[in-house]
């Protein structure tokens, strides 16, 4: 019995692991689709999208099972059940890089990324694709010490994402509210992207520690 | 054990009707904090929140010690296991609820509300303040019929969500960019307020009819 659910924990685990780098393709491209008004690209993502909503409906359907089957109590237990979360929670990032693509469709064949706003979208993409990465890597090894790296890289969300609505509401000219609009959307998903990250490490280092570091979010 | 199973869920049922009432009060209040600028109101809301994601820690830690000492299968799993997630939306509408207090809090003393969509919101907030009371009145009752109910509250919201955009984007005058700002996030958490409710709502036809109508979120 503890063979077999010793596999199925793998089995959970890898599928995890297949669910994130779906992600970390998704939002990478969306950054990419959002910089460059690639619409071809945007449209990628939006429709990679059900694969991943897919695979996180067959994970859950695979806990359950082993939940029904294996009735795991204690650790084993509180492991299938972060399964379950830590799939709503990549469910929802991939969400979150399909919402960067639209707003990249949308506004085809303008260009979606707001002037003066280009940098500051290119790091805060390049620091959810890190955070994409590192999470991957977290879920594969269990190795910890990423999820510091991890909260690391989602306070520097964090700042970007304020630096957004400071340029946004300390600029000289009259905004475009296309432009307003775009900018809070696209922050705010990204910042929500980092967000479930960071939940999904705390899961994993209460797992392996005992030491939760506290429960609800840690957006400001 | 079947009667000590049966009593253990009439709990978690209550545990999560009284979440889904404080979770009516705190969107109420919001939409009040928010409408009116009334900072106390906005301060109470926040405080709030924190009650609620404790009582939501509490309900998980019960779901799972009831799947440990219990053990249920079938159904009676997937009644646990939808409780469970349950308890996360109806923690993420306390803190959507928050977020729409801290945008009345951070513009005190001016007004939070953007000009020219006073109404808009107040009808926004008046649907998810409605749809929050359903909400509480289906994980009491029961009773599936109202999940339509919030569907199509769900419908109106985002009716006013796109109706906030239009207005924002077809304005004569330069747009004020703080105005812009708050006008897109509020209207994006009350649309995601509703949308949280929805799903909910679809795992409580599901448990009683078995009838999924599909996974993912309606949001648009």
């Known amino acids: ?15 995890l692991v297949e669910i994130s780098e779906l992600v970390t393709v998704a939002i990478d491209k969306a950054t990419k689709a959002f910089g460059t008004s690639d619409v071809a690209l945007a449209e990628e993502v939006i429709a990679g999208d059900s694969v991943i909503d897919e695979k996180s409906v067959e ?48 506004r085809y064949p303008e260009r979606a990324i707001p002037k003066g706003f280009k940098s500051t979208f290119e790091q805060m993409g390049k620091q959810d694709v890190e955070i994409a990465r590192q999470l991957t890597e977290l879920l594969r090894t269990q190795d910890v010490a990423i999820a510091d ?58 797992l392996a520690t005992g030491d939760w570091i506290g429960p609800g979010e840690s957006e400001h």
């Open 149 to 206: 790296a991890i909260r690391n890289a989602d306070d520097e969300v964090d700042e970007l994402h304020a630096s957004v609505f400071e340029k946004v509401l300390g600029a000289q000219t009259a905004a475009d509210a296309a432009a307003v609009v775009d900018a809070t959307l696209a922050s705010r998903y990204h910042e929500r992207f980092a967000d479930h990250a960071v939940g999904v490490a705390k899961k994993m280092v209460y």
């Open 1 to 15: 019995m503890r063979e077999v659910f010793h596999q199925s924990l793998e089995e959970v685990q890898s599928r």
């Open 59 to 106: 994970l859950d359907e695979l806990a359950i099972e082993i939940l029904a089957m294996q009735q795991p109590v204690a650790r084993d237990l509180r492991i299938v059940v972060a399964a379950l979360r830590t799939s709503a929670s990549l469910e929802r990032m991939g969400d979150l890089a399909e919402h960067i693509a639209q707003l990249a469709r949308m």
